[in-house]
């Protein structure tokens, strides 16, 4: 520090005044892009109710439709499963929920990947491969296109259902696959490989807010210059009844299939399903590459409330 001083000392007034100038360009430099909004530039969706994509989307909220339905029978058994007391042992206090459709087809070998691998895949996985390649095309990319570029994957999971399925059938369905198939962190493991992606790549598991969180990471990498363009989102399926058990018997399910958000009416939440993906970039880049700007995330944050009333009640 004394010999800092000492070097400051013998500047004159003149260079100790371009001196700090220039420090303070820097400093707003490291500011701007700490700061800088990240646009999105792409979106890959799949919502109960619609088809593929926004547009989709958008036809059901501009309708005022949702996408709430029984339980598919083949799920399971709603009704074998049903009471309408939430404190019965083993039984759903709901039959309502939000489902996909088809969610046990796959293209498997358009993604490389082997029929008896993609038996032991589980299908939320394969959900983010299709809402990623879909997010790419909609930014006007082709996926092959960005083949080792410094591109992140940050991906929302929080369900394993898939997992206890396999597992439940015995042993013979342990196969090679399987220790790939259904980790959390081989959903954006497996979508860096596949698409050969050089950037960062993880799975967080933040139960509801997973998805956020991971856009909030990928905004963090991208205005750090770990990577230059991001794939952010996550995938949600409810392939069986236990985990909606658990809720019912903590009286978190409303019974008619509705959340009333902020409501008097409110009585609990309804589960659902689907895919979401983000294609990011800085504002700076997406501009000099003339992408299509679809919106702007001009700041997010995380953080915990402590001690509340409870393990699941945000603090009041």
């Known amino acids: 520090m004394s010999d800092l001083r000492e070097r400051l000392e013998k500047l004159s007034p003149k260079r100790l005044l371009l001196l700090a100038m220039e420090l303070q360009s820097r400093l707003d430099t490291i500011e701007r892009e700490r700061s800088e909004p990240i646009a999105i530039v792409g979106v890959g969706c799949r919502i109960p109710g619609t088809g593929r994509g926004t547009r989709a989307f958008w036809h059901l909220l501009s309708n005022g439709e949702d996408g709430i339905t029984q339980v598919p029978s083949d799920r399971w058994d709603a009704s074998a499963w049903y009471d309408a007391d939430p404190d ?35 299908p939320q996985h394969r959900l983010l491969l299709e809402s990623c390649w879909e997010a790419l095309e909609d930014a006007g990319r082709s996926p092959r296109s960005v083949h080792g570029s410094a591109t992140g994957v940050f991906v929302g999971l929080t369900n394993n259902d898939y997992q206890d399925l396999l597992f439940d059938r015995g042993e013979e369905t342990l196969d090679t696959y399987v220790a790939t198939g259904v980790s959390p962190s081989m959903a954006a493991g497996r979508i860096s490989y596949l698409m050969g992606f ?26 750090s210059g770990e990577c230059g363009m991001a794939l952010a989102g996550g995938a949600n399926l409810i392939l069986s009844p236990e985990v909606t058990v658990a809720l019912s018997r903590a009286h978190m399910m409303s019974p008619d299939g509705y959340s009333k958000t902020f409501d008097a009416r409110a009585n609990g939440f309804v589960r659902g399903e689907g895919s979401g993906v983000l294609v990011l970039k800085r504002l700076r880049d997406a501009e000099r590459d003339g992408d299509r700007i679809q919106a702007l995330i001009r700041g997010s944050a995380v953080n915990q409330d402590g001690r509340s009333s409870g393990l699941t009640a945000p603090n009041g």
């Not at 046990?104 to 008896?116: E, H, I, P």
């Not at 050089?198 to 205005?223: K, N």
């Open 88 to 122: 019965s042992s083993g039984r759903t206090s709901t039959t309502w929920g939000g489902f996909l459709s088809d969610v046990d087809l796959f293209d498997a070998s358009f993604f490389n990947v082997s029929a008896r691998e993609a038996v032991s895949m589980d």
């Open 198 to 223: 050089h950037g960062p790549s993880l799975t967080v598991d933040t139960a509801c807010s997973a998805s956020l969180v991971a856009v909030h990471l990928a905004c963090q990498s991208l205005r």
